[in-house]
């Protein structure tokens, strides 16, 4: 079975600077990929290649038969990639259910002439779109659920990501990156978050996840498979038992490798 | 008594409170009109600095007290209550000053300054695609009614025309207003504008600096200009302007509102908010700050149209920054965003100064103040933009 995205050379140079170096990176339907490494060693900028916010420099991404190298950042998030941020994204004065709607415009009806004239549709979408709004933060936190249209900026920080992680999921997407969604969550919030999408995912067996995590105990218990990033290369790729082990990622987290 | 037994009669006790509050809401807009018609009418200085003194309290309070916050919020609720007595306190003004020629432009052109805004308002404050050339699409659309006014086009379609006209030029500017940014786009409006006047000026087919005059708008075979009565009572012809203003404005906030109850209204949003989330989320930016850009100038140009007819000429002139800054300053004053404050600004911004005439040399002093003034108070504006809040129209509202 061919996998569902396929990077092969993937490379990013920022004019000296090479942030990914002839990656090779292939996720499969269903799969979780651990992805971690260093501060600076280019998770972030993997991602924001593959979303489209970067034009890669060189190499081949693939979607399914789809490709997507060097898209347009809507064509790709139409064809099924959504993500989080590392420093949240949300518009803080409109409501969560606002943002979160964001995540579906890409599959909904944004004619004018839906929004001026054929209202009953509009109002279809809209309801419908609530009750798959209100499911899906109740299941992450149900305050959130409760409190749909308050400002998302009402919410505290660990609220925001559930918020953003919500909104990568309305639209249903193929491909879930999730960057860094436990910074600043104490080891009980991240495990209760972690419990939280793995149930969702539970309904979900096609999603494939690309998770970037600090938290190896997170790591461990939620990936299929662990990929190692050090300047812009992989050094590692297998389960997560061998990555302790591996003497070549302890160099690098060690700083040994300077 | 247990919880249980006072259940029932809760929806017949919310009934009656939600009566009570569409009373409360349509008191107040009628009262917060009643004064804005008193100043429209008003000739003794006395009596408009009394009135300034009123409406400066009215909204330094309305935020300040318990009473004010509550009223606030409940106008809010009920946005078809404020919509509905408006609209009937409008019909009352024009009644009560059907005589009144200086009066009746004044309103008609707070009306269709309003429209200009409500076109703004798509652009700057869903979009947050800068305009500084507003006044320019609107001559464009006064240009535009002198042209074809006397050709026998209808006027309703010349009106029409003139917004498509706008509409058409403004797609020159918008390559260099979707590549540029911030101020840059800024910058590329403020050059468009100066850029049309002069072309203006040095065009003989429009007139050059003396432009040209414009037709009276007919409708249905009815010249404007040429009402002088009304069934048995004697009206001014600025009455059927002033009329025909007031229904342009509440077409251009039907659709506004529209949009910005829609997902499209969160797709500008978004757009305007945070470019890379909207695009890793599929909108398109350049997509959606185009349609609001053609149909925000669209608007600005059916209102210049009906401008120029009123005023019966159209200039070089009428292109100026001046105006266009005054069509800004419209927008922040009231509150980026939300049209009602578009229509309170307007007030302030084109009426105020006309009714100090009589203290000349301080009048430009004492407008200056009172906008310092409410920006320093209200930095968001007049009435700031609601939140939008989807649940009205999930839980079965009525709009
Ligand atoms: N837009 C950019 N322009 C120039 N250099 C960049 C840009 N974005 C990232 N880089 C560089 O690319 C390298 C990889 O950065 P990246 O943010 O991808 O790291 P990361 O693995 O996500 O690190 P962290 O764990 O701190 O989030 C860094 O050296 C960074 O300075
Ligand atoms: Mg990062």
Redesign the pocket.
């Known amino acids: 079975m061919s996998p569902l995205l396929a990077c092969s050379g993937l490379t990013m140079r920022f004019g000296g600077l090479t942030a990914l170096d002839a990656l090779d990176i292939s996720v499969g339907k269903g799969e979780t990929i651990g992805l971690v490494g260093p501060n600076g060693s280019g998770?972030?900028t993997f991602f924001n290649v593959l979303t489209g916010l970067y034009k890669p420099s060189a190499g081949a991404v693939q979607l399914e038969a789809q490709d997507l190298f060097a898209r347009s950042a809507q064509e790709i998030g139409r064809a099924g990639v959504a993500r989080t941020f590392?420093r949240s994204r949300l518009m803080l004065d409109q409501t969560v259910f606002d943002n979160i709607a964001l995540g579906a415009l890409g599959r909904l009806d944004l004619s004018l002439l839906s929004a001026l004239v054929l209202r009953g549709r509009f109002r279809r979408q809209l309801s419908e779109l609530v009750e798959r709004a209100t499911a899906l933060t109740r299941r992450f936190n149900p305050q959130i659920a409760a409190n749909l249209f308050k400002p998302a900026g009402s919410f505290t920080m660990i609220d925001r990501r559930r918020i953003e992680i919500c909104r990568a999921l309305v639209g249903a997407p193929r491909l879930l990156l999730l960057?860094?969604p436990s910074a600043g969550m104490t080891h009980e919030e991240t495990r209760a978050l972690m419990d939280d999408l793995l149930a969702f995912r539970e309904e979900m067996p096609d999603l494939a996840i690309v998770l970037?995590e600090h938290e190896m105990d997170v790591i461990r218990r939620i990936s299929d498979r662990c990929i190692v990033l050090n300047f812009g290369k992989k050094i590692f790729e297998g389960p997560f038992d061998a990555l302790i082990a591996d003497r070549e990622v302890q160099t690098a987290y060690l700083g040994g490798a300077q | 008594m247990s919880m249980a037994d006072l259940a029932p009669s809760l929806p017949a006790d919310t009934a009656r409170t939600g009566g009570l509050a569409r009373l409360a809401v349509a008191a107040t807009v009628a009262l917060l009109f009643a004064g804005g018609g008193f100043l429209l009418h008003a000739e003794q200085q006395g009596q408009v600095i009394a009135l300034l003194a009123a409406f400066v309290a009215v909204f330094a309070l309305a935020e300040k007290v318990p009473v004010g916050r509550r009223i606030v919020g409940l106008c809010r609720a009920h946005p078809g209550t404020v919509n509905l007595t408006a609209a009937l306190s409008i019909l009352a003004i024009a009644a009560a000053l059907r005589e009144e020629h200086y009066t009746l432009l004044m309103m008609a052109t707070v009306a269709l300054f309003a429209t200009a805004a409500a076109g703004l308002t798509l652009q700057m404050a869903f979009a947050g695609v800068p305009n500084f050339a507003g006044a320019a699409f609107f001559a464009v659309g006064a240009y535009v009614a002198a042209l074809l006014g006397h050709t026998g086009i209808p006027h309703l379609l010349v009106l029409l025309i003139a917004g498509l006209a706008a509409a058409v030029l403004g797609l020159v500017l918008l390559l260099p207003v979707l590549r540029t940014r911030g101020h840059y786009a800024a910058l590329v409006t403020i050059a468009f504008g100066l850029l049309l006047r002069a072309f203006l000026e040095v065009n003989d087919v429009l007139g050059g600096p003396q432009g040209m005059k414009v037709k009276s708008f007919s409708l249905f075979g009815l010249d404007f200009s040429r009402v002088t009565e009304i069934g048995p009572y004697d009206v001014s012809f600025y009455l059927p302007y002033a009329l025909a203003s007031c229904a342009l404005f509440a077409l251009a906030f039907f659709l506004v509102r529209r949009l910005e109850t829609s997902f499209v209204g969160v797709a500008l949003d978004a757009v305007r908010s945070d470019e890379v989330a909207a695009s890793v989320f599929g909108l398109s930016i350049a997509r959606w700050k185009a349609t609001a850009f053609l149909l925000g100038n669209a608007m600005i140009g059916v209102a210049g149209a009906l401008y120029g007819m009123m005023n019966g000429f159209v200039n070089p002139n009428s292109a100026n920054f001046g105006d266009s800054l005054i069509m800004l300053s419209i927008l922040v004053l009231g509150g980026l965003g939300n049209l009602w404050g578009a229509v309170v600004a307007a007030v302030v911004i084109l009426v105020i100064p006309e009714k100090l005439q009589a203290i000349q040399e301080f009048r430009l002093i004492i407008f200056a103040l009172l906008v310092i003034a409410i920006l320093r108070f209200r930095p968001s504006g007049l009435m700031p933009r609601a939140v939008r809040d989807f649940s009205a129209l999930v839980k079965g509202g009525s709009r």
């Open positions: 998770k972030t590392q960057d860094e970037v």
